[in-house]
């Protein structure tokens, strides 16, 4: 069964770091990954997603790479501000060629000036 | 862009009770699905709806049960309301392609007492 994993669960930076966030899963056989972020009592809004055939996806100063082999994704936040403080949330398929998915338990990121 | 309203953003609600959460989405998805969020457990999927009257069982779908009469409303009923059901539920909605992010609501912070 499918497992998802993220480290660390939470991380406090000041602003202008560069930050990755990790994201693990168990079964490689992945057709794609997503990344999403949570604001305090919202729902989630979707960052990215990488197909199996990609390796990296980059929006703004967002980076996520997938490394389906080793059973890896990081999300890279290149210069980080206050507005970024959110938890981070990946998810994969829980089986091949299906849409539901499988939700790692996130990292709170909490960025101060 | 994808809206996914849920009716309402916090619901109080008494033990024993019949309660409906309502989805609705406006941009023609095949696949809506509905989530419950609790701290330490993450995101777990209750029931999920792949076209008009047809759905699936989740990974928790004990004490719900679910409706999808028209393409864009998934509504989600607690038969009996019991405490252990306070919750954010959260309704997502994806197009059915396998290559589409998910899209969620705000979310509905439901609390039974």
């Known amino acids: 069964k499918q497992e998802v994993t993220q480290i660390p669960a939470a991380l406090s930076v000041p602003e202008g770091e560069n930050l990755v966030l990790n994201c693990s899963f168990t079964?490689?056989?992945?057709?794609?990954l997503q990344w999403f972020r949570q604001d305090p009592g919202k729902g989630l809004t979707s960052l990215l997603l990488?197909?199996?055939?990609?390796r990296e996806q980059t929006s703004g100063r967002l980076n996520a790479s997938l490394d389906k082999s080793s059973g890896r994704s990081t999300l890279y936040i290149a210069a980080s501000q206050p507005g970024d403080s959110a938890t981070y949330l990946c998810?994969?398929?829980?089986?091949?060629?299906?849409?539901?998915?499988?939700f790692g338990t996130g990292t709170r990121l909490q960025v101060f000036p | 862009d994808v809206k996914v309203t849920q009716s309402s953003r916090y619901l109080v609600k008494r033990t024993g009770e019949k309660v409906f959460l309502e989805c609705v989405q406006d941009?023609?998805?095949?696949?809506m699905f509905w989530y419950r969020q609790d701290p330490g457990l993450g995101l777990r999927l209750i029931y999920f709806?792949?076209?008009?009257?047809?759905?699936e069982k989740g990974d928790i779908p004990e004490g719900y049960s679910v409706s999808r009469e028209k393409k864009e409303r998934f509504s989600l009923i607690l038969e009996s309301a019991s405490t252990n059901q306070t919750s954010m539920y959260l309704c997502?909605?994806?197009?059915?392609?396998?290559?589409?992010?998910?899209?969620f609501g705000d979310g509905t912070r439901l609390s039974i007492l």
């Open positions: 997502a909605t994806t197009t059915g392609a396998g290559d589409q992010p998910q899209h």
């Open positions: 079964d490689s056989a992945i057709y794609n």
């Open positions: 990488i197909q199996s055939s990609q």
């Open positions: 998810a994969v398929p829980t089986s091949y060629n299906t849409d539901k998915l499988i």
């Open positions: 709806s792949y076209d008009v009257k047809m759905k």
């Open positions: 941009m023609d998805h095949e696949n």
